[in-house]
């Protein structure tokens, strides 16, 4: 006799779909799948990650002179599987649009994935430099290789700077699987929105949060657990979130950031400001000033024994 | 030459686990695996995740003519994958038990997993709802999908709701096992014992930790690094520690708290209250009020000309 | 048609590695992977943990009559796979340097690895008075299995003290590749360096991060987002910074720290002391004291009706 | 230095491939893959064995009650990836044929593809009839389950059935590609479009050649190494083969061919005859009469000590 | 729409399974896998061929001071496996006789393997032997170990000196599937019931076919395409084929038979005699003596002129 | 207890291999895998056979644009594979010649590698004449495509013209490892020192066995189970076999021969004769002629009723 009593079970959650269904108002019998998949570009983020960096990031056994041709070879494998996403990305979000034909998606998708590989170039100089101040800015660091090896910092921005166009190509969700890929890595949340200068250097890295509006400068160092977030959310009249503000910090050129730090709003930390670890801050700060917790900080110390 | 001299490392390393066995009252020597396996338990999760949501976290190329065959297919296997691991836990429970045959472990295992099975359309229900409260709180979440795809909040609930119902069914280290596996993924840690009410979703996630004892209302929203721990661990006569007794938060409907709280011991966050940013907390709050941190956070600020 | 122009994509990412090369005095056309390969590492981290646990993390279907066969092949593979590994390491190290030969290299990776080897029974010793110390130390805890096979602190453990003897053996980069393994999969950030006494046990841990130079006595017990880090970066005349000084706390036995701590800088914590949550310290503290927030904990609280 | 000198071999080959497209007419620049692949066919034939045979040939942990969703669900999987393979080949098919657009091609591919899962059931009762057969005609085999896991005679004809359809349904190349899969398995070779009866036993099996217009009866049982093969090949007035002719043997019902024998051409074999071992055969044979090679057999024997 | 309309296939194909369990009297619901795995016996024969020649057919890295703990290894995972699956064999073949429990198919599982665990050494040291026939009997062979790395006779001996301890143990269906493996990667179809001395060696061997009942002696060489079959199936008076009796060709010590020989029947080729290729042959033949096909084979020759 | 007593088996298998390597005059304790690996060959051929065919026979998904780069990084990884692998052979051929240094070793097996690499180009063409010669020769092929993506005899032709030069380059261990992977899986064994001329056509090919020292013409044609093989081996004045003598036939340009010819000895087949089915010929064959077997063939009919 069967352990398991299937076919109610099968049934059940059959009918759940289907009020999940109407619910949303999609069609009950759904045309295969037409949403992107998180091992597809979870694959291609990977191969882009290679083709970036052949003879660190790609595969142990490349030599010189075949690093070309796994360039060639990589990059256009992962660029079309990209666009494969693409277009059922840009597919999906015009579902409900009649006028948007097969061709249109097809048109626009390519037209986005072709930026994207055209960015690919300036998004290597720009990690370069990241894995300059990382190297710079961490007396543990050895060398620029242990950097791009190693730091989840180094991790969380190769995705970033390869999500953050995605974004700004109209492929948000794509974007946002790539982050949080990274995320899940690295425990770095950044949102693909954010928008990140050159030489930028996150510190150990769990808990970081940067938000989906917020700008960083040239040269900003921030430590783990740091959160660039929003402080509250709009509503317009109906009560609905209003989306797309600027809702994040501001954050200029040789900002340094400590862990814990919290700012949240679209304040702006001037150039060259230091936040201290722990500090909550929700008003701007002047350029060239150092921010610390108050004098509450001073603990309390008392003999465990009376305890 | 050998490069490494292997015979006397294998031995010494035989000989501590002869002592670690001795001192844990173990057979010198045990009889095979008697433990459940991190890897069978992985992979019955997901197999779980994709019976639940099968055109979203099925297989990619799954097409709805098929859905069902998939989804019993898949269930059925992933049951009684979890019946052996079921079964592995209870006669390690009962190691020590004579009076426990393997005919009463199988049939304590396959009810607990068959309670599992009947509970899978209700798991399904508070996810849709889950799903819906990330989309209606986070203004940067454009569509369900997106939220059911790359929220490390929804993948958390996901195995936690399944996880819970393994600790309600008796099996607390397989539902261990699988809400490390989330905790691992997402940077969530939830303990499987928590109690946790429909539509409550989990921004970002990074250092959330929720306690055994945790019970959680209605439509609760919590951002990353908040904590619901407990403030102390009562020891008995013998100075052990007590297992078991409530020591952590209850969280009423409608509560909100942000990044960073932590919130300690048996209190009670009142209906609708609204705890703020790195909050400290280890009293009760009333219902329909609002906890920000006290005066003492506008913080210092010098030129960092100064330092 | 092509959908994409690879060549001038692969052309432009070209220069920009010559540019890299030459910037970093590399030659243009390096010998193939002169360099550490993660995976390598991380498949031979994996088989020392199957050595050292042959019966709770070995391969499922291990048996006691092959327990040792078992140990003996994988912890030959581990060594000599790290052998290879430990050879590329110290070879890139000494890249610029005439004077050391290929035999020189390949006797200081040999002596490196058996160091390593010889040391692991004392490392198997260490994780079973952690393996302990958390089984005491969590309420939630049932087993000492449930430990060794669910908690992300025992996992970032035995990677970190097999880390650390890479690390004095003169193999900072593997050492380091070991431990951000860990990192990745536990959110616990431990560098190699660290010198950590038995009997340790971090509890959730997501967000911990310990220093380079931190030293932490026997029975120490820590939670989760704990730092214990650096206050500041000392530079040398020509502002470079210092590498190397001790510049992180001094834990002495038995200490607790509560999540959230900060503790910064080359203090000592004395034996026996107690850090609440949240606190931020870059002061010694006495042996037998408890430090607690200072009064600005009771936080400010009104009706949210007021907002 | 780089070992080998790539790129003029790169060149070189690039240029053979050139000219063979423009010696077979081809694009020098064609579209991406628009040929059937074998590892596709290759999947989905094996699918569809587990599909026919569930519990015998489909998943190691198969249990009853999940019989037919894995059908269901493997079924759809395998006829979707054959539908895929099918349009490839149809449209290659029509690469010329300015008049056959899209749409057709799909629309047939679905037809032919339909119509081999309508015949899936009677290929089942055909099989079942071919396992009987062979159990009944080797005194070596002990049960009917031992001759469909191990003969290799089963083996084969599972494949041909199926690629018999996949044959009589316009698609000859995806079924000569799944005859070739059992031919590499077996060594034995039947050409898709032979027509074989039920209870049809091949035994041993390899060197067994079956051609095109070979029509096979009931209760057929042939041997290792036997050819139904072709006598000549007629080539038309331009010297060019004539395809499609008949050309091979018709075996009525209850015929028996022992190893070895070879019968060539449109020859007839009679109900119930019998061809011996080695026998060459260029002509009809009588129902019901027993062919052996002639006298000549007796062979000549000498004593080794004169060689 | 859907493409195919799986469900009534499914439903049919369920009814033919119905009536297939029907007519072969077993039970509608069968209880899971009651049946060997073809994949699990190919994993177990690989890793005793492993655990027979570790440093030529074992793992690649494989090196001399792990060879033992590796041979130790796979060897008792090897066991174990064929254990499980002699159970599944000997449960099945007495599946309908209620006297034999659980625990005696156990035991006597247990007693087959172990015995024939106990046999390896021996046939290890009749493949020695065998390896070293084909290196003195053909003049390709360069070395012994080109012998043991690509002849396909030494890979189909490897098989069946296990296939026949498994055979003689009791389990005919766990040998048969071992002999099908080679046979299908070497296209040698030897029956594990044949008796084959030392120094056996097989040249080429695409379609040898050896008899269940065959018994050969030492230092026997064969050709490619070599059959020592049966004459004729003796039947009982029912008609039914009488199952065990010896059939099939006795080969005394230093015969040599050459490539398409056909030698049928319970005769004797006696000590030293040589068979000439292609020679049909269904009589005893004296020791040391020569048989060659008969006059006949000087054959015609013609102009293809006068075609 | 333990169901096997694994040590006692252990120790017998390390005594028999020390008495091997004894008897082979080998050291007991050998270094490490000092012999080539199967697998690895294996993954190299792949790579070429890819790198010569890459829309045809490379991966699934590669496009136009892309084709080059292909062909660069997979030709460089295969003959970086080859590379390590003829180091191994030539290393192991010199193992007992003390004046074979290392470098040479190195310096022998690049410049073998180099000249394979050299005769892709020519390799390549020959093979489209081969595609040729089977799609004009065979009325059952509907295009060249088929020819090469479904035919044995392609797969055992790229395999062996690719062998061909391994054998000439002086590897002709890697060389027999190449062409005994084609054995398996066409049925088709070539030695790799068989001289092969263009537009080749082997059709069926099950059985077909091809010598060291055969010579063969251009526009050959030959079906299944035909063997060109050696008539007797001299043995020298010791009675060992001379190795390396011509000793298979010469098949000049445009000859046929029918399935199941055996030609023994160094015979020639003129240009242009045709071999009958079955024929048995150890003698030379004029130019232009016909060869049949002789009449004994019309076989023996008569009524089975009879038997």
Partial sequence: MAVFDIDPIVKSLHAIRQDWRDSQRRPREPDGREFPSREAVAQAMNELKGALFPMRLGPTDLRHESEDYYVGYTLESALHSLLDQARLELRYLARNDDDVGDVAVQARAAEAIRNLALSLPQIRRLLDSDTLAAYHGDPAARTVDEVLLCYPGMEAMIYHRIAHQLYRQGLPLLARVASELAHSQTGIDIHPGAQIGGSFFIDHGTGVVIGETTIIGERVRIYQAVTLGAKRFPTDENGSLQ????????????????????????????????????????????????????????SRQESTARL
Same sequence: chains 1, 2, 3, 4, 5, 6.
């Fill in 243 to 298: 989306k797309g503000l600027p809702r994040h910090p501001i954050v200029e050129d040789d900002v340094v950031i400590y862990a814990g730090a919290t700012i949240l709003g679209r304040v702006t930390l001037g150039k060259g400001c230091v936040i201290g670890g722990n500090v909550w801050l929700t008003q701007d700060v002047q350029a060239g000033s150092y921010v610390t917790q108050a004098d509450c900080t001073p």
